[in-house]
């Protein structure tokens, strides 16, 4: 039993706190750096703002999912729940940082 609970975990871990997350944060920091673009043109794109919110109403309704999804598959193993939940509270923590820097970077690399 606790054999298929691991199993169970890591599926849900690879394909959700990874791939699904990940995914989502690089789409932000893609419509964001475009959108950063065509404003600094001096350019607003309603369609694009309105794509950047509807990322991040996903990823901000995707990531209390995930935690509470997280939490209750790992009942068989304490070590696991931590982890995972370092995780989930750490990387967007340490995203904060890695973003404001690339762009930064990208502001500079856009200004003329």
């Given at each position: ?6 199993q169970?975990?890591w ?7 990874v ?20 404003r ?35 009942k ?15 990387v ?21």
């Amino acid at each position: 039993m606790e054999e298929n609970d691991k199993q169970t975990f890591w599926r849900f871990t690879i394909r959700y706190n990874v791939i699904l997350l990940g995914g989502l944060y690089l789409l932000l920091l893609v419509l964001t750096i475009i959108v950063m673009k065509f404003r600094m043109e001096g350019v607003i794109h309603t369609q694009l703002l309105l794509c950047l919110f509807l990322t991040l109403l996903v990823a901000l309704v995707s990531w209390p999912v995930c935690v509470v999804k997280t939490w209750r598959r790992t009942k068989f193993d304490r070590k696991f729940r931590v982890l995972a939940m370092a995780y989930l509270f750490g990387v967007p923590i340490v995203l904060l940082f890695v973003t404001s820097a690339i762009m930064r970077l990208t502001t500079r690399l856009m200004m003329p």
